[in-house]
């Protein structure tokens, strides 16, 4: 037996299966950033030894006799139900008629290193139309290619078509060199995040001027969602791209948009969440940092309305979000958090990822220990799942997307 028993399962993946122990060097919160975070958040809990004991509901319920992939259907189907109802709210799917109209190509762009496409995504639906954009750079080097697209929730300046600027929050000339397409679509062209105004984009498509709403209808995340599903339908058109290796990810608010994205759309091969917290990867039961009430009260805009009922008794919610990590399997997931962002609970979210564990587990996966936290910028990668926390504040940056381009690079992406 080594003298810590837990491994890097990048390295020595025969040996994942000894991931079942605890692990001695594990994360733990800074406690000046604690004491920071605790201050700037008043009354809000950052200290773990104050988290309430929790129990969270089963993802395969003792005695529902879950043991195999095709068993595990049925429960996603309901499960899946369940966070449409009682979570983000149900989502239509294609419109009535959809068409891409591709407005540039560039097969010089990065000096000749990559193509450039960009693409309007045109939704016909009862006499309505709605446009968004699609931003997409295909590498030169190798077509067709898997293509990490990213749920943009920050100024369209990040994702720059003409790299006039360039944001290490979408650091799209390092993915190109690796191999990988990049592509990007604005948040806010689907649903504006704005709690007065979120219905005007392509919620009105579907609903025109209704006002009356059900209370498990879709809110913003569902639209942003809906757009990566639609980007989906052009990828898969696309003869430059792989559209088996999409990866849908986005940050905070639009990882919480990614995951809901690749809970209800299968055709996403890998599903990464960066600092998704509350509403995202980490789990609702665990009192630290950002709560179910919080996040419904600033944001009422994003989750359904039936959300907001379990604002104080969220021990009755039917769902934690493991069971949304659940959902991605047997497709591979990567959850990531940051050392400085404790409003997104990192420990919740890692925890979160471990509790997904017996679906993964199905499918030939070893289980995740709740308590195997890996130490910072140590990504930990098990089977078909993947983690790190990163020094450093709520951003996404170029140390979390060369990590996202590893894992698919140890899923056989690589080029
Ligand atoms: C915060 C919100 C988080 C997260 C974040 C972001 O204000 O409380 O849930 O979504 O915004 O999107 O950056």
């Known amino acids: 037996m080594p003298a810590s028993p837990v491994v890097y399962l990048a390295a020595i993946p025969l040996l994942a299966a000894t991931i079942g122990f605890a692990r001695a060097d594990g994360w733990h919160a800074n406690p000046e950033v604690v004491g920071r975070t605790t201050h700037d958040h008043p009354g809000f809990n950052f200290d773990e030894a104050a988290v309430p004991p929790y129990t969270l509901p089963a993802v395969l319920p003792p005695g529902a006799n879950i043991r195999t992939p095709d068993a595990w259907r049925a429960r996603r189907a309901d499960l899946l139900d369940l966070f449409r109802d009682d979570v983000y709210g149900w989502s239509p799917g294609r419109p009535e008629r ?233 497709r591979a997931l990567y959850v990531a958090s940051a050392d400085e962002d404790l409003w997104s609970d990192p420990r919740g979210e890692f925890e979160s990822l471990a509790a997904s564990s017996p679906v993964f587990e199905l499918y030939g996966d070893p289980a995740i220990a709740a308590d195997a936290m890996p130490p910072l910028e140590t990504p930990l990668v098990v089977g078909r799942r993947g983690y790190h926390i990163r020094r450093g504040v709520h951003n996404l940056t170029p140390y979390d997307w060369a990590r996202f381009a590893d894992f698919a690079d140890h899923l056989g992406w690589k080029q």
Do not use: C
Not at 100 to 127: C, K, W, Y
Not at 216 to 227: E, F, K, R, S
Not at 310 to 315: E, G, I, L, S
């Open 98 to 330: 959809l068409e891409f109209e591709r407005t540039e190509v560039d097969p010089l762009a990065m000096n000749g290193a990559a193509t450039l496409e960009r693409v309007v995504i045109i939704s016909h639906q009862e006499g309505r139309t709605h446009r968004f954009g699609l931003t997409l750079f295909l590498p030169n080097s190798r077509q067709p290619a898997p293509v990490f697209l990213l749920i943009n929730n920050r100024a369209a300046s990040n994702t720059d078509p003409t790299r006039a600027q360039k944001s290490g929050f979408w650091p799209a000339e390092d993915l190109i060199a690796r191999g990988y397409g990049v592509a990007a679509l604005q948040n806010g062209e689907l649903a504006p995040d704005d709690k007065s105004h979120f219905t005007e984009g392509v919620i009105h498509l579907f609903e025109g001027d209704r006002t009356e709403r059900s209370p498990h209808t879709w809110g913003a995340l569902g639209a942003w969602a809906w757009g990566a599903s639609r980007v989906m339908d052009y990828l898969e058109t696309d003869p430059g791209v792989d559209a088996s290796r999409v990866a849908v990810l986005g940050h905070s608010r639009g990882g919480k948009a990614a995951l809901w994205a690749g809970a209800q759309d299968e055709r996403f091969a890998l599903v990464i969440s960066n600092e998704s917290g509350e509403g995202g990867a980490a789990l609702n039961r665990r009192t630290f940092g950002e709560t179910v009430k919080a996040i419904n009260d600033v944001f009422p805009h994003w989750f359904d309305a039936t959300y907001k009922t379990y604002n104080d008794r969220v021990k009755d919610l039917p769902v934690d979000q493991h069971m949304l990590l659940s959902l991605i399997a047997p």
